[in-house]
């Protein structure tokens, strides 16, 4: 280990007169040529250790800058072993050390590096203005000033920074995107003018989706098509461009053009049903419903579209067989597949249902709705329907046995409880009527109907 100490010590000590010659804003090449020494000279040993001899100088005030200068580069160089064995804390120390003795812009970004492992994010900032002081011509640090200060919330600080850079770089596109990024939150026609500047050098995905996107949110839908159709042609369709485009298309009610990107992005992923629910959505909303019920048929007994999906195109279906009675057949197997595959989901029996009671179909309604109660006894849209079709067949007695359910689970509100009333005073009960609607009263106390209802049975006597 001496040996090696003393080897670092003479290669310090070589290179220390030539390099210590060059302009001060040079010198980072010396720490940059030392940081490479622990792999060179230490590659196996476990831990540095800090070179006593040069400490003992350094203590000295009498030394010449020479001598401190080299009593910092040894002080580096162990900052860097212990940097490549990620020992951050005693790289920082030795770091700070080195600084003792040479306030070098590159000992002070290496101390932020560390500092920056360690989290220590305001260690970090103040070591990389140090370095920035001394070498206000490295954009590279300034960059990562910047982002440091973007990391601690330090917006005005980091604006600063990244304009500055821009000013010494115009062509420096990571930081215009780093500052357009900064002004979307505050200032979003700051934003959209710096995504235009680096659109000028060259299209970039990125700065391209974020003018697109603050286009959007600005209601410019049209601007934000045109950006992305732009690159699209530059660079291609990939699956995310067609179906952001695809997304904007919709909003802007363009329906014809949405489906052709959609019929591209099903047919290039036919293992991603999504793309032909989206192809049906736009087929539909433009008008062609024979193509989307093509599209959708199938898709409501694809076990790869998810419960919720599925049960959309269920509600699709129930409510065009409720609107212009198209596709009955079809809608009454779709809530059946829907069942058979989710049979404690009451949605696809409560669709069945109804359109069978809208078409006539009284018992196969009844037989739907009882299954509907079964698994959702709190169902209160359900045990109405299903008692006007009870009454519909004059089952009197089963539709009263349903709402009295109701009400003794708790599940009855006043509108239940004027049907039960409506339903006993049919069958001649008026007692039960009066008791019912008193009870509907108490729900509902304001109902001026439902007291003249209760004072014209009164009068009845």
Request: with cysteine; proline share 3%; hydrophobic share 40%.
């Amino acid at each position: 280990m001496k040996r090696n100490v003393r080897i670092c010590a003479l290669f310090g000590a070589c290179v220390s007169p030539y390099i210590s010659t060059v302009n001060t804003r040079y010198r980072i090449l010396r720490y940059v040529i030392i940081a490479a020494l622990p792999l060179i000279l230490f590659p196996f040993h476990r831990s540095p250790v800090l070179f006593a001899q040069q400490h003992d100088a350094a203590d000295s005030l009498g030394r010449t800058e020479e001598q401190r200068a080299d009593v910092a580069l040894n002080m580096f160089v162990v900052g860097s072993m212990y940097e490549f064995q990620e020992e951050y804390a005693k790289a920082l120390t030795a770091y700070e050390r080195a600084l003792d003795y040479d306030n070098d812009a590159a000992i002070h970004a290496a101390a932020a590096r560390a500092a920056m492992q360690l989290k220590r994010s305001t260690d970090a900032i103040a070591h990389l203005r140090s370095a920035v002081r001394r070498d206000p011509g490295a954009l590279r640090l300034k960059r990562m000033l910047a982002e440091l200060y973007l990391s601690s919330k330090q917006n005005d600080s980091a604006a600063g920074m990244l304009e500055d850079i821009l000013r010494r770089d115009t062509s420096d596109n990571t930081s215009r995107m780093l500052l357009g990024r900064l002004y979307e939150s505050d200032d979003t026609l700051r934003a959209m003018m710096e995504y235009r500047r680096i659109l000028l050098h060259g299209m970039d995905r990125d700065a391209a989706y974020r003018l697109a996107n603050l286009y959007s949110l600005r209601g410019s839908l049209d601007s934000a098509t045109a950006v992305l159709e732009q690159l699209r042609e530059i660079n291609g369709p990939t699956e995310h461009l067609l179906q952001t485009t695809a997304n904007l298309y919709m909003r802007q009610f363009d329906f014809p053009q949405a489906a052709a990107l959609y019929d591209s992005l099903s047919t290039s992923h036919p293992d991603k049903p999504g793309y032909r629910l989206l192809l049906a959505e736009a087929r539909m909303n433009g008008g062609d419903w024979a193509a989307a019920s093509d599209l959708l048929f199938p898709l409501a007994g694809n076990r790869d579209v998810g419960h919720e999906d599925r049960m959309q195109i269920g509600k699709i279906f129930f409510q065009k067989a409720l609107q212009d009675r198209r596709d009955i057949e079809r809608a009454v197997s779709v809530f059946d597949t829907l069942h058979t595959d989710f049979p404690d989901d009451w949605r696809p029996l409560w669709f069945r249902g109804a359109v069978l009671f809208n078409e006539g179909e009284t018992d196969g309604a009844i037989a739907s709705f009882k299954e509907v109660l079964r698994i959702a006894p709190d169902n209160r849209e359900a045990a109405s329907i299903l008692v006007r079709a009870l009454v519909s067949r004059e089952r009197y007695a089963a539709a009263i046995d349903v709402l009295s359910t109701l009400r003794e689970n708790g599940n009855a509100d006043a509108q239940i409880m004027i049907m039960l009333g409506e339903l006993h005073a049919l069958t001649g009960d008026r007692d039960a009527a009066r008791e019912a609607w008193n009870a509907a009263l108490r729900r509902d106390p304001g109902n001026e109907e439902l007291q003249s209802r209760i004072k014209q049975l009164d009068n009845q006597h």
